[in-house]
């Protein structure tokens, strides 16, 4: 008897229906003499829908009674799933993040899993239980809820699946796996059947969002056997292991998320850029490819996500003021595969296409799995479509 784990996705869950759907494929691996554990997270857009009502309540709510709230919507989810199973013949219990013995750091809104006190799951499991666990929380030492930030449900089931030593862990989405493109934009893009770890976490860094990297960082280091695949449907996924293979590219990332910005000011001292970096961490901006292009004037250049510009906008105003300033929407296209560290022939040709299509280049990073280019300019799907042409095989 095999202990597996089941982890399903806010457009998994979303309603009614879909619940269906969702307890179906869990009874087909409860029927199989598995003992399961469920990780959901919250319905469609719950989540996005408290922030939005915390905010017209507030301005800057404060970050411990979000957390408060913020940690129902997965509590719903799995209560619902519970009463599901339960009329369907099924036992099933719903626990949340306490209850499941998730202990983790005290930062609100962004907490870490520290350790997982697995004695009541494990206990539901002996008694011939479904386990439903709310994703995305836990509690510190403090006893207060906490939540894990962005894909922290992926990150909830991963953990468990340590934890309890379970022999699969398996995400699903509205996607069936991780392909060698966004499918959205390229329509030719192929199925990954399997992905080292590295090679998923360098695709997650690069905003694939198939997996979150902090829960492909813990499977990576406890070795859980990762298998991505779609609820609604029973296609072949994509398997995440600790398999390195020699091979070209697998898989090409475009992210136009991203804005270049360049701070100049006549003077210059060594202290500026370190006071920079510190008011732009302390307003939960975190600078990227960071370039000091002068040394007799203070004239540097680095990338932020989209989503920070407002805040960064507002510090313009404020404590940057004394900077005069440009920022332009940029792209970033990475290739991931291992072994493209020492195939002189990719980055031949992916320099090429960047020629011919004119693209001005910003910076160029080679790593052991990855190639990443980033442009001055926002480019087109276009440029992604040719390099997915001539380097996919």
């Not at 499941?100 to 809104?109: H, L, R």
């Not at 920070?308 to 595969?337: A, P, W």
């Not at 980055?347 to 693209?359: D, P, Q, R």
């Amino acid at each position: 008897m095999e202990t597996i784990v089941l982890k399903f996705g806010g457009s998994s869950v979303a309603d009614n229906i879909k619940l269906n759907i969702v307890a179906n494929k869990i009874i087909d691996f409860y029927n199989k003499k598995n003992k399961v554990i469920v990780v959901a997270s919250a319905q469609g857009k719950t989540t996005d829908n408290l922030i939005k009502e915390a905010k017209e309540l507030s301005y800057e709510p404060d970050k411990r009674e979000m957390d408060m709230l913020l940690s129902t919507g997965e509590q719903i989810s799995v209560s619902k799933l519970a009463i599901l199973l339960n009329r369907l013949g099924y036992p099933a219990v719903s626990l949340t993040g306490w209850q499941a013995g998730i202990y983790t750091s005290e930062a609100n809104q962004e907490a870490k899993i520290e350790y997982i006190n697995t004695e009541r799951m494990q206990k539901e499991l002996d008694d011939g239980k479904i386990v439903l666990v709310a994703g995305f929380q836990g509690i510190s030492n403090k006893k207060d809820i906490t939540t894990l930030g962005r894909g922290g449900s992926d990150t909830t089931a991963v953990a468990i699946a340590a934890a309890i030593k379970a022999d699969h862990c398996y995400i699903f989405s509205d996607v069936d796996g991780v392909y060698s493109t966004d499918p959205n934009k390229i329509t030719d893009a192929k199925k990954i059947t399997e992905l080292s770890y590295t090679e998923m976490l360098d695709l997650s860094n690069e905003g694939a969002k198939v997996l979150h990297n902090r829960c492909v960082e813990v499977a990576q280091k406890y070795n859980v056997l990762i298998e991505t695949g779609s609820t609604f449907n029973n296609n072949i996924g994509t398997q995440i292991n600790n398999k390195i293979e020699e091979s070209a590219v697998k898989s090409l990332v475009k992210n136009d998320n991203l804005f270049l910005i360049t701070l100049k000011h006549d003077s210059y001292n060594a202290d500026m850029l370190n006071k920079l970096y510190f008011i732009l961490l302390e307003n939960d901006i975190t600078p990227m490819n960071i370039v000091n292009n002068s040394v007799s004037s203070f004239y540097v250049s680095f990338t932020i996500k989209t989503s920070d510009l407002g805040k960064f906008q507002e510090l313009l105003e404020n404590e940057l003021s004394i900077y005069s300033s440009s920022f332009t929407n940029i792209s970033r296209i990475s290739l991931v595969g291992y072994g493209i560290m020492n195939n002189k022939e990719i980055m031949k040709k992916a320099l090429e296409i960047f020629n011919i299509n004119s693209v001005n280049i910003y910076s160029i990073e080679l790593e052991e799995c990855k190639l990443s280019i980033m442009t001055k300019e926002k480019v087109s799907d276009k440029l992604l479509e040719q390099l997915h042409h001539e380097l996919i095989k």
